[in-house]
């Protein structure tokens, strides 16, 4: 990351570009302000590097030029200015950042120069990414991901999962990897829609299954205490009338009680198959397996799906937790998904938590259960057993030292 150097602003106020370009300049940036679109876009060129831009304009308004673009596939972080309400300016960032387009503040108008400055300064240019997401996708053939099913080219790196009253360590989530022998290790991303494509991964699924039920004694405590296993599971498997006859008996394998695994379904995934799944899931849930809806708020059923199913556990996205306290919506939806999980009878994790502010949140709002880097990223099941000992042999300290969170004598 570089300073920035070159600024292009748009804004339908000759003053408000001015203004904009004297305290650029002032700072030593290089700074092109326009009032209309069609300048605005011959001005832009892969140079650029930040973009100050009004979403209140005649003709061609800033959603409408947003959109240009993602079409683009523009790099430059961009600010937005508006002095329309924060609600909209909010829905802008998340329509912008649903194109890829990079939003790196916003400007609530009228905004004295102070502010103006504060944004200029901390800006720097962001790396240039792929357009596909953070990691370039591997084109797997379909020969290929066969041979490593066949293989068993796949390992699992698991998540410890913390319990907010406690600070004990009261599950893993298991996340399957490809150890590919030429690529190394590759992604889910990049394999488990294709797996799902070829009609794979019923196999993989019970490749995983099998797997973290053999390693999950691993992680038991000094006392035999065990986590809970938290295994992701495909809703295409889940048509499977014969699915949960399967688990039960890959659970009498390993020895392990139902209720010391979690299976995790998205939510948009169930929203798909619900019909054909209830059945699948009604009889999990009789023989004590528990349920989760994963990435819950990002798919389509909310409400309206969340009375049907038989869960034990919701787990709030880590994108709402991520950016709650930046956003008064994703506030609101981590708020309120607690208060609805507890009212239907359900545990609540809180995912992606990676700052000492947001795990304060998230307790003082009722979660149940943490995970996220502020603990640990996945690893290796001997690199968490590692992990386990000395986080169990600490945690007390940590919990009243470094990580400030824990009440240990909690009231009621």
Known sequence: MSPIERI?????EIDVGEFITAAAEKLGLHC??????????????????????DLMMPGMDGIELLRLLGIQQCNAGIVLMSGTGKRIMETAEQFAQSIG?????????????????????????????????QRTAIPSQDAELCRAIER????????????????????????????????????????????????????????????GMEEVSLFADKDGF??????????????DLKFPDIYLSLLKKHKMAAGN???????????????????VLTRLRLKQVQLSIDDFGTGYSMMQQLRHIPATELKIDKSFVQKMHGNDGDRVMVQKTIEIGHELGMKVIGEGVETQEQLEFLRENGCDIVQGYLFSRPLPAKALQAWL??????????AQGKFGWLDLNPVG
């Open 8 to 12: 292009l602003v748009i804004d339908d």
């Open 32 to 53: 092109t302000a326009t009032t209309m679109a069609t300048v605005f876009l011959e001005e832009l060129t892969p140079e650029t590097d930040l973009v100050l831009m």
């Open 101 to 133: 387009l990079t939003i790196v503040g916003q400007l609530q108008k009228p905004f004295r120069v102070a502010d103006l400055e504060a944004v200029l300064r901390t800006q720097k240019v962001p790396v240039k990414k792929p357009r596909s997401g």
């Open 152 to 211: 068993n080219e796949f390992v699992l790196h698991y998540q410890p999962q913390i319990d907010l009253a406690t600070g004990k360590v009261v599950g893993v989530e298991a996340l399957v990897r490809w150890q590919h022998p030429e690529r190394g290790l590759v992604f889910p991303d990049d394999f488990i829609a294709h797996a799902e494509s070829l009609g794979l991964i019923d196999q993989l699924g019970w490749i995983v299954a099998n797997r």
């Open 226 to 239: 065990v986590p809970v296993l938290s295994i992701n599971v495909s809703a295409y498997s889940l048509r």
């Open 261 to 279: 695994t979690i299976l995790e379904i998205t939510e948009s995934g169930l929203i798909q198959e619900l019909s054909s799944t209830l059945d």
């Open 389 to 398: 000992q000395t986080y169990r042999a600490e945690h007390v300290s940590q």
